[in-house]
């Protein structure tokens, strides 16, 4: 009788052969030293680990301790990839106002805020993970990680605590880049999404952190690619429905969880290939399906946001769809591939202008072969505005070929409200929570001219029995200068309350529509209670 020992461990071996050839190949990580470790050369050159002929069902199996070793081999490389990897991984607290629902599917990985009414201020939103890209302190997240925040916390591995900045954040990738100022920081290896393959082993890590109710501070799966080029509409949806959305996702069957959002997708080399941003399920829990940014998009899009402030998404001025078997027959082409051109817009689209038509089946750019809409999103984001590209088409068969000069699409940019400050004085000390004036805060709070010609930060909300209401000052009222101080933003009405103490006096000149309209200007003067 057979061994059942033997025989899952036959199993098991022969399904990571593969694995093992790449991790032993291919992977830059040094897990094998000297005569500690059964060789993954050896393991695969051993005539014990030739699987037997199909003609032969007697021959003998493996030899167990060979089959152990060489496992061995293949877990001793994913956890020198796990300690490479995870201390450049960060959990991100977030706090600010929260929503009374979770505003898209997103939540399914940074989970909805639960409040049955918004509180006061400073509320924890949530956490996230991200990742270190730079040993100077940039990190890649997901945009719906911090999109509501107000302030933003960053916790190392090493259990540094550290304020971020918020760079820039672009809703139609879902990719954010944050920003922290230290010594000694870890960085990833950014690797190439373009060159992962479906089948490919990969681990997800993520670090909710051990705040805000999560008792699971870092977590790493493992599992293989799915799939590529998936869309799932959801972060068109959190952008509002914006045509320059972009999905062409990877899919993976590493188990990915909430708080593990904006965390990396790694490839056997230690190399992040994509940023962890949602999963398809009906419970909000993993059912095996992750989908992860591919890492050359986020990387544009963080370079973009560091240089500008902002995306310069490039556009052919096109709207296409997908192309089926019916398309295919009627257009001329060999199989369904390409994207359908539907429509230009705008009207004085570079497309047509260079003269691409409605029905024209875009197979190619500049020799890059294109068959989705997502794919050609992802490609033509690749190029700045102004670069000029080589189009190939199929026109109802006939091969044609036109240089595209490429437009600036014109994607909304999101508000940045985030402050650099570690902690809130205003909220700890006065009981007030402000931000950044902007227009649509203006016009709501009935500003002259949307507030064009005022400069200071609008009070959003104020506690109750705080110092601050205590001298009359209430929600609306945009702070000009604190103790003589002027204040234009968030950032300056922080650094004007750092040197108060308990007990101090603040005095806090504002202004604020009046029921006629007029702008009122006042002065609130306080005592903050002692200690």
């Not at 650099?420 to 931000?435: F, H, I, P």
């Not at 950044?436 to 200071?456: K, T």
């Given at each position: 009788m057979s061994d059942p020992l033997r025989i899952k461990l036959k199993v098991v071996l022969f399904t990571s052969l593969g694995l093992m050839l790449s991790l032993g190949l291919a992977s830059g990580l040094r897990w094998l030293r000297g005569g500690d470790s059964y060789g993954i050369t050896a393991a695969m050159a051993s005539p014990r680990l030739a699987a037997p002929a199909v003609s032969d069902p007697t021959a003998a199996l493996p030899d167990v301790q060979s089959d152990v070793a060489a496992l061995a081999a293949v877990s001793k490389g994913l956890v020198e990839i796990a300690k490479a990897v995870t201390p450049a991984v960060v959990s991100i607290d977030t706090r600010g106002t929260p929503e009374l629902q979770a505003p898209n599917r997103l939540q399914d990985l940074f989970g909805p805020s639960r409040q049955d009414q918004p509180l006061p201020f400073d509320v924890p939103l949530g956490r996230g993970s991200g990742f270190l890209v730079s040993d100077d302190g940039y990190i890649l997240t997901n945009n719906h990680v911090v999109a509501r925040a107000e302030r933003i916390t960053v916790e190392l591995m090493d259990g540094r605590r550290l304020p971020a900045e918020l760079v820039g954040r672009d809703p139609t990738t879902d990719v954010a880049v944050l920003r922290i100022h230290s010594d000694n920081l870890p960085s990833v290896k950014l690797g190439s999404s373009e060159a992962a393959e479906v089948g490919e082993l990969v681990m997800a890590i993520g670090n909710p952190g051990t705040g805000f109710g999560s008792a699971l501070p870092f977590t790493v799966t493992t599992g293989i690619i799915s799939a590529k080029g998936r869309s799932l509409g959801i972060i068109q949806r959190a952008a509002g429905g914006s045509q320059y959305a972009i999905e062409d996702l990877i899919q993976t069957d590493a188990v990915i969880n909430p708080g593990n959002s904006g965390g990396p997708l790694v490839n056997y080399r230690g190399e992040v290939i994509g940023i962890n941003t949602a999963i398809a399920s009906v419970t909000g829990f993993y059912q095996g399906y992750g989908f992860a940014i591919p890492v050359s998009l986020a990387q544009d899009v963080m370079e973009d946001l560091i240089a500008y402030g902002r995306v310069r998404r490039a556009a052919l001025g096109v709207v296409v769809g997908s192309v089926n078997r019916a398309d295919a027959r009627l257009y001329g082409l060999d199989r369904p591939r390409g994207v359908l051109v539907q429509d230009f817009q705008p009207p004085e689209s570079p497309a047509r202008k260079a003269g691409l038509q409605r029905e024209d089946v875009i197979i190619s750019i500049d020799g890059r072969s294109v068959d989705r809409v997502g794919q050609l999103q992802r490609v033509i984001a690749s190029y700045e505005p102004?670069?000029?590209?080589?189009?190939?088409?199929?026109?109802?068969?006939?091969?044609?070929?036109?240089?595209?000069?490429?437009?600036?699409?014109?994607?909304?940019?999101?508000?940045?409200?985030?402050?650099?400050?570690?902690?809130?004085?205003?909220?700890?000390?006065?009981?007030?929570?402000?931000?950044?004036?902007?227009?649509?805060?203006?016009?709501?709070?009935?500003?002259?001219?949307?507030?064009?010609?005022?400069?200071?930060?609008?009070?959003?909300?104020?506690?109750?029995?705080?110092?601050?209401?205590?001298?009359?000052?209430?929600?609306?009222?945009?702070?000009?200068r604190v103790n003589g101080k002027v204040v234009t933003s968030v950032g300056d009405f922080d650094r004007a309350l750092e040197d108060l103490e308990a007990g101090s006096v603040v005095s806090l000149e504002a202004v604020a529509t009046g029921r006629d309209g007029d702008l009122l200007r006042r002065v609130f003067n306080f005592e903050l209670p002692e200690e």
């Open positions: 102004g670069d000029r590209v080589s189009i190939s088409v199929m026109r109802f068969g006939r091969a044609m070929q036109f240089t595209v000069s490429l437009m600036e699409a014109p994607v909304p940019q999101p508000e940045v409200a985030t402050s650099n400050s570690d902690t809130r004085r205003a909220t700890t000390l006065l009981g007030v929570q402000v931000r950044n004036l902007s227009p649509e805060l203006a016009s709501q709070a009935g500003l002259p001219e949307g507030g064009a010609s005022i400069e200071g930060v609008i009070v959003t909300d104020v506690a109750r029995f705080g110092p601050a209401a205590g001298s009359g000052l209430s929600e609306g009222w945009v702070i000009q």
